[in-house]
């Protein structure tokens, strides 16, 4: 099974900074990731998928980038609003969709 | 608009079966994948099974081979999941998921709200 690790595991920013999270796949998945949000008693929202491909209605400040193993999203400048838990999710063996065990994005 | 709604979630002794349900609305359901994610209390996301939209292709998680058996009807555009030998480990809540497939690969545009499963003695 692939397996997905994300770094860090939480972080602290203010508002209007740079932020970036990482994954990692155990094998290559070319470009099938995607990123999800979540708030706390809230449903995962989808952000991007195909580790580029923003979802419709998505704020432009989240970006993704990588393929093979290596991944990561950006936020441009955080809003407060966008506090919350982060979680990347392949998608090569589908239906199987394995996910990373999360980043918890807290204000500092 | 799309709307997933579960439901089935319950308090259940360790050994014992519960089967959940997730009723579909807002889009053409036959045409698409569904899932099943779960969330255990404080805890992170883990796939636990998916289905095809015409039942040919169907995948579980190590976790719940063997014991959960994924269904759907499309006639009645429901999602279902049988548990079956449910163990403590299996609390948590249970999401139903769209899939959707693009060039960009297989992703979950839609979630329900989730049910609750409480496995204890």
């Known amino acids: 099974d692939i397996q997905m690790t994300q770094s860090p595991s939480s972080l602290s920013a203010s508002v209007g900074d740079r932020v970036t999270i990482t994954c990692r796949a155990t094998q290559s998945i070319n470009s099938y990731l995607n990123w999800y949000q979540q708030k706390p008693g809230k449903a995962p929202k989808l952000l991007i998928f195909?580790?580029?491909n923003l979802q419709s209605g998505v704020p432009s400040r989240f970006s993704g980038s990588g393929s093979g193993t290596d991944f990561t999203l950006t936020i441009s400048s955080l809003q407060p609003e966008d506090f919350a838990t982060y979680y990347c999710q392949q998608s090569y063996s589908a239906p199987r969709g394995s996910f990373g065990q999360g980043t918890k994005l807290e204000i500092k | 608009e799309v709307q997933l709604v579960e439901s089935g979630g319950g308090l259940v002794q360790p050994g014992r079966s519960l089967r959940l349900s997730c009723a579909a609305s807002?889009?053409?359901?036959?045409?698409?994948?569904m899932h099943w994610v779960r969330q255990p209390p404080g805890k992170g996301l883990e796939w636990v099974s998916g289905i095809n939209w015409n039942s040919g292709n169907i995948g579980y998680a190590e976790s719940v081979k063997g014991r959960f058996t994924i269904s759907r009807d499309n006639a009645k555009k429901s999602l279902y999941m049988q548990m079956n030998s449910l163990r403590a480990e299996d609390t948590a809540l249970y999401y139903c998921?769209?899939?959707?497939?693009?060039?960009?690969?297989?992703?979950?545009?839609?979630w329900g709200q989730g049910t609750l499963v409480t496995v204890s003695s």
């Open positions: 998921a769209k899939g959707r497939a693009a060039a960009g690969g297989h992703y979950f545009d839609y």
């Open positions: 807002g889009f053409t359901f036959d045409d698409y994948a």
């Open positions: 195909g580790a580029s």
